[in-house]
């Protein structure tokens, strides 16, 4: 029985720049609408939350994990319905620069075609990130 709900694929990319570089960049909300396309074109900063205001899928809220100096870059994406979407994200030494990984999950009742549309938005967003830090 495949249970599509469990269903996980790794994107990842190499940025030569260090894992420190990488995890100031990417861990800062306010960067992401440069790289994080995927949650749209802009981000604001309400009460201490902060929101993908121009979202393809609405108004969400982003609330990443505490830093800390394991590059651990997970963070919640809680969309209009109120549903919440826990996406892993890790930056990982790999030489003298990093690898950042993005678990994309498969959510329940997600078809194939928007598993593999999940799947290329992450990797695209990967792809700018490495363009802006890895020139």
């Known amino acids: 029985m495949n249970d599509t709900g469990r269903q996980s694929r790794h994107v990842s990319v190499h940025i030569d720049r260090t894992v420190d570089e990488v995890y100031a960049y990417a861990s800062d909300p306010a960067n992401l609408p440069a790289w994080a396309h995927g949650l749209g074109e802009s981000m604001e900063q309400v009460d201490g939350r902060w929101f993908a205001a121009s979202s393809p899928m609405g108004r969400v809220e982003v609330a990443f994990v505490p830093r800390n100096d394991l590059g651990v870059l997970d963070h919640h994406v809680t969309l209009p ?24 999950r498969r959510q329940p009742g997600t078809s194939d075609a928007d598993f593999e549309r999940d799947a290329s938005t992450v990797a695209a967003d990967l792809a700018r990130l490495k363009e802006l830090l890895d020139p």
């Open 81 to 104: 319905s109120g549903q919440t979407v826990h996406n892993p994200v890790r930056v990982i030494a790999d030489g003298a620069g990093s690898e950042v990984v993005f678990t994309v």
